[in-house]
Every structure is written in structure tokens, then in C-alpha cells.
């Protein structure tokens, strides 16, 4: 099933399920999860995912492919995905630009380095993938805290990996902020420099402000008034997609969670007129 473009989402977590279960048909457009924490559960709680996927589409967000590492893919795991995906119909797949195990998870997402080999083996990785799975994937820029080599800057380098594995892009706009202030570059050339005919979704989420220049993307705050603005931005330049506002934990009640969703909604609908002035212009 694909999205309406003009769609707003909201993450499938444990915490919210019982009250995504009780929450109105429209409350959200669409549910991402990891298919890392499903995949095999069974029991009253796989019976209420099931319920919450058959009412709504689903994406998923994976966590654990690590794409940029150099540990031989999971076949046995690409396959299990491949029938959890089609199993619940799950509308897109992505994965992290990162690698995130070396002989073992490292349960985190570290960056690649931004270099031509780089390039050239993520973007052979990805194809894989997408081969096993037999669709194509979405991978999506991540926030990083040390650059551990830049050959190119890290817009090329993101261009580059989806042009060799031909594959979409999800792009993460709290990221870009996130990294725009570590790293001290401009968020709103950075996006514009991202190849809209390839952005399949957006990610929006909030961060910890430690220091008035480092930014920690913890996904457990309200989403700031800067990454909304850069959000209006990504619509007015590359234009709408399906957005979905991601909450890991610092779970406020579900209400004030769906007047973020709403908020998404709201900045759709103040795109919209523009661009489709500008297409008939």
C-alpha cells in the first residue's frame, strides 16, 4: 500500500500501543516500527500489533542491518524480513546510513566514513538488500557526533550512496539541525542540496539541547520551533511526503503526541497551495 504523500505518522511503540488502540480511525495516517522488536512475537502482544497493522498502513524502520559495516549481511535475518514485510503489507522499509555491529550489535548507529570506497561498498550492500527483499529500500541520513574520515562533505557523500544503489532517501530534517550545529554547516543549503525525486519520506523528531552548539538527537522531546521551520522548508523545496514524528521515550499522553501529528498535517496543508501554484506557474 503506498502513502498519500500529504500523510502524517506517528512510531509504533509499546508504551503508546494501548492508547493507539483507543484512539480514533484518523487519529494518525499511518504506524512505523522496527521490525527488529516483532518480528517472531507472538501472545497477546503480537496479537494487538497485528490488529493496530490491519487498521492502519505501516512502515517499518529498521535497526539492525548495518549497512555501512563490513560483517557479512544477515541472510537468514533479510529473509524473516522480507516475510514480515509482506506479511503486513508495510508501505516502505528504510535503514540507517551507518553501520551499527562489528562481530556482534554495537546497539548504536556510528557513521561511515564519506569516501569514494565508502560509497562504492554501502551502495553494493544496499542493492543486496534490496534483492533479498525484492523491493526497494529508503535509507535515511543519521545524526553523528565525530566524523571519523571526510574524503567529501557529507551531502555528496548521501547523494553519491543513492545514486550507485539506486535506492530512496528518508530524510531526517532533526537530523540535518542536529548535525548542522555540531558540525557547523548550513541546515538550510545542506537540504537543499538533497535530491528530491528520491525522498520517499520524512522523519521529524525533538533533541536535547546540552550546549548552545552540541545537539544530542534523543527523540524524547517535543519537536523545536527550528526543525518545524526546516520541515516548511523541505516541503517548499523538494515537496510534501509522507512525515512521520518519531518519540522513543519521555512519553507525554497521546494527546499532546497527535497535536504534533496535527501540526504536521497543518504544514502539508500550508504547502500545498504553493506548490501546486508554482507547478501550474
Known amino acids: 500500500m503506498k502513502l498519500a504523500e500529504a500523510s502524517a505518522g506517528l512510531g509504533l511503540r509499546r508504551a503508546l500501543m494501548g492508547a493507539l488502540r483507543s484512539a480514533d480511525a484518523d487519529a494518525v495516517d499511518f504506524l512505523e516500527c522496527a521490525p527488529e522488536n516483532w518480528i517472531?512475537?507472538?501472545?497477546?502482544?503480537?496479537?494487538?500489533?497485528?490488529?493496530?497493522?490491519s487498521r492502519r498502513p505501516l512502515t517499518c524502520h529498521g535497526l539492525s542491518l548495518s549497512l555501512g559495516g563490513t560483517e557479512p549481511l544477515d541472510e537468514t535475518f533479510l529473509q524473516r524480513l522480507r516475510r514480515f514485510l509482506d506479511r503486513n503489507a508495510v508501505a516502505l522499509y528504510s535503514e540507517h546510513l551507518s553501520y551499527s555491529a562489528d562481530d556482534g550489535h554495537l546497539y548504536d548507529l556510528l557513521p561511515i566514513p564519506f569516501t569514494e570506497e565508502a560509497v562504492g561498498h554501502?551502495?553494493?550492500?544496499?542493492?543486496?538488500?534490496?534483492?533479498?527483499?525484492?523491493?526497494r529500500i529508503?535509507?535515511?541520513n543519521v545524526s553523528y557526533y565525530a566524523a571519523p574520515f571526510q574524503a567529501m562533505a557529507e551531502a555528496d557523500f548521501v547523494g553519491a550512496v543513492l545514486q550507485e544503489a539506486d535506492c530512496d532517501l528518508l530524510l531526517d530534517v532533526n537530523n540535518i539541525y542536529v548535525n548542522s550545529i555540531n558540525h557547523g554547516y548550513d541546515a538550510f543549503e545542506f537540504l537543499a542540496r538533497m535530491p528530491g525525486a528520491r525522498i520517499a519520506s520524512y522523519h521529524i523528531a525533538g533533541h536535547y539541547d546540552e550546549a548552545d552548539d552540541l545537539k544530542v538527537d534523543t527523540h524524547g522531546a517535543p519537536v523545536k520551533n527550528d526543525v518545524w521551520a526546516l520541515l516548511a522548508e523541505a516541503y517548499r523545496v523538494h515537496g510534501v511526503r509522507p512525515t512521520l514524528l518519531e518519540r522513543d521515550f519521555?512519553?507525554?499522553p497521546l494527546e499532546t503526541l497527535l497535536a504534533e501529528v496535527a501540526r504536521i498535517r497543518e504544514s502539508q496543508r500550508t504547502a500545498q497551495p504553493a506548490l501546486d501554484a508554482a507547478s501550474h506557474g
Open 138 to 140: 529508503a535509507v535515511e
Open 122 to 135: 554501502v551502495a553494493a550492500r544496499i542493492r543486496r538488500v534490496q534483492d533479498a527483499l525484492g523491493r
Open 40 to 53: 517472531g512475537v507472538g501472545g497477546r502482544l503480537g496479537d494487538a500489533f497485528a490488529e493496530l497493522a
Open 250 to 252: 519521555n512519553f507525554p
